[in-house]
């Protein structure tokens, strides 16, 4: 059975989100996966904003931890943060298609345990991919509320 090792360990349980680690203990049950991201900080988020735009690399997120927050920092006043990213382990960044099986495993588990769960592949939940302006395979977050 896979497990998670330590970093993705670290990873989840920093967001100290319980809906996002009761649905990814659960998820790695059956799939081998990694968290190579939980609760960011300012400073780290300013760095993935920076990149593709005044450092080199991809664009890989439009908040710029400032002026518009990732659902990876903590909620204000709180600790907890609404957002992790997970990937089918081993990882290969350019195989899209086990991406999307992974999504439609973790949608369908979320949903057998009343959990609700936004993709970075379905940023509205409507199940319609292509009405997307930026996607974010990785990307896992419960709304704020919770």
């Known amino acids: 059975m896979p497990a998670f090792g330590k970093t993705s360990k670290e990873n989840l349980y ?16 059956y799939i081998d996966c990694s968290v190579v991201s939980g609760r960011r900080l300012q400073a780290e988020q300013q760095l993935l904003y920076a990149q593709g735009r005044t450092m080199p690399g991809p664009i890989i997120t439009n908040c710029d931890g400032i002026s518009i927050l990732s659902a990876h920092q903590a909620v204000p006043g709180e600790l907890v943060s609404n957002a992790a990213d997970v990937v089918p382990f081993p990882i290969d960044w350019n195989d899209k298609i086990r991406f999307y099986n992974f999504i439609g495993f973790v949608r369908g588990v979320a949903s057998q345990m009343k959990i609700e769960i936004i993709s970075g592949s379905d940023w509205d939940s409507d199940y319609i991919l292509n009405d997307q302006n930026f996607y974010d395979l990785p990307h896992w977050e419960t709304p704020s509320n919770m």
């Open 14 to 29: 920093s967001t100290k989100n319980k809906q996002l680690i009761l649905l990814f203990e659960e998820v790695v049950k």
